[in-house]
């Protein structure tokens, strides 16, 4: 089995609540990308993106990333871009099993809706803008997500059945 699991796909599709479950199941630490990005610069996400712009964001998310690479017996919870830049998924795919969580941009657009924390790139949208939104990039970054070694349906994940198709890899 893998000692080093990345779970990709779109912002709301459950990478953080499915990760920390996972690793429980497997005895693994887990890591939200996004945690690391603000323990390690000291700045919320929201507030980088306020400041600086999302090219200096994707380069600083990667040299993150590329720490994971050493980690033994990790649940890694990507960003919903990290896949896309600097051939992230492939680097993932080198380190360890990628899954992706796969949802239908509705499906996303109600979570997103019901989430308590705003996202930076999709705060103030309304719900057609959101869903509108989330197609456009679900366009483009599904060529990514979809390289995952494993995709499974983000609506309803069973995680002892995951768990069980982890240890196949």
Known sequence: MTDKIYLVGFM???KSTIGKRLARQLGYSFIDMDDLFEMRYKIEIHTFFEKYDEKLFRKLEHDNLKRTFSMKNVVVSTGGGTPC????????????LTIYLEMSPDGLAKRLM?????????????G??????????????????????????GHSINIKSLVNSIKLF
């Open 12 to 14: 709301g599709a459950g």
């Open 128 to 153: 057609d803008e959101l869903k509108l939104y989330i197609s456009e990039k679900l366009s483009e970054r599904s060529e990514y997500y979809k390289k995952a070694r494993l995709i499974i349906d």
């Open 114 to 126: 019901e989430a308590k924390n705003i996202r930076p790139l999709i705060k103030g949208k309304s």
């Open 85 to 96: 830049f600097y051939n992230g998924i492939q680097k993932m795919n080198n380190n360890g």
